[in-house]
């Protein structure tokens, strides 16, 4: 998934503004200032295209994720 500016694509394959985009597991939606890529394990990446980014992940996950964003236990 490639998001600069106004442009989002999947492969090369550009994302319309207001419908998702499914491709080999993967959702990339872009309802209105957010680009959103989620995924079937659980795991959703926001983007405002300003800098800002969320992470996400559902809850059968807890206590089970490693790196960057830890083990999502509610112990930062």
């Known amino acids: 998934v490639v998001a600069r500016g106004w442009n989002v694509s999947v492969n090369g394959v550009a994302v319309t503004r207001g419908q998702p985009h499914l491709h080999g597991g993967l959702a990339v939606t872009w309802p209105g200032e957010w ?10 990446v926001a983007w405002d295209r300003d800098g800002a980014v969320t992470v996400t ?20």
Do not use: F, H, I, M
């Open 35 to 44: 680009v959103s890529v989620g995924s079937g394990l659980g795991v959703r």
């Open 57 to 76: 992940v559902g809850a059968e996950l807890w206590g089970g994720t490693r790196g960057l964003c830890g083990p999502y236990n509610d112990d930062p």
